[in-house]
Nanobody
């Protein structure tokens, strides 16, 4: 049983930084993709960034490119999202998710339905 536990959310002023962490357990993740999604009130859940567990190749949405960076630590089974230059519009619940192995590239599978396991989410609030 795959389990994902997020941490690191909180309240930060605009321009500040946060690092989200996701602890993954339950199986080996070789060949899997790990993603960070976010959902703001009244909006659909959207993919922010994703990474291949094995290679470390990553994808970032245009809205966060240059400000956010996804990374993973295979030995610790951790996935991170470093968020810099935060803006009020980054306020959302952030979710860690796992996608089962496929031959589709990261940018081709960005919908929540493309991911198979989810964490409980962590709130990020950016004040202006």
């Amino acid at each position: 049983q795959v389990q994902l536990v997020e941490s690191g959310g909180g309240l930060v002023q605009a321009g500040g930084s946060l690092r989200l962490s996701c602890a993954a357990s339950g199986r080996t993740f070789s060949g899997y993709a790990m993603g960070w999604f976010r959902q703001a009130p009244g909006k659909e859940r959207e993919l922010v960034a994703a990474i291949w567990w094995s290679s470390g190749t990553s994808y970032h949405a245009d809205s966060v490119k240059g400000r956010f960076a996804i990374s993973r630590d295979n030995a610790k089974k951790m996935v991170y999202l470093q968020m810099n230059s935060l803006k009020p519009e980054d306020t959302a619940v952030y979710y860690c998710a796992v996608r089962l192995p496929t031959d589709q590239p990261l940018r081709a599978k960005t919908a929540p339905a493309d991911y198979n396991y989810w964490g409980q989410g962590t709130q990020v609030t950016v004040s202006s």
